[in-house]
């Protein structure tokens, strides 16, 4: 992560009050570890649907003393996000085809 977005996801944090102190041990200081996607398998709510596997951008936050470590949804904190979701995505799909050889 260079040190523009590093400073931009700092100010967006604070703009929305997400810095209270370690939930666990109470440290006041985080680290800002990056952006990252968690693969979480949703199920889509029709009946007999297949479970989507889905990555949700997340920026990774950890707390400097102990260690405990916090995910704050990127399309929440940071409406851009959706757009580099969405070249995620074609990123992926394009890896996807090439796989399979389309
Ligand atoms: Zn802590």
Redesign the pocket.
């Known amino acids: 992560m260079d040190k523009e977005r590093q400073e931009e996801i700092i100010k967006l944090l604070t703009a929305k009050g997400a810095i209270q102190p370690?939930p666990?041990?109470h440290?006041p200081q985080f680290e800002l570890i990056g952006e990252a996607f968690i693969q979480m398998f949703l199920d889509i709510g029709l009946a007999g649907a297949p479970r989507q596997n889905v990555p949700v951008p997340v920026i990774v936050v950890a707390?400097k003393?102990?260690g405990?470590i916090a995910y704050h949804a990127e399309k929440v904190l940071d409406p851009n996000t959706q757009v580099k979701f969405r070249l995620y995505q074609q990123k992926m799909s394009t890896v996807m085809h090439l796989k399979r050889g389309e």
């Open positions: 370690c666990r041990c440290n707390c003393r102990c405990y």
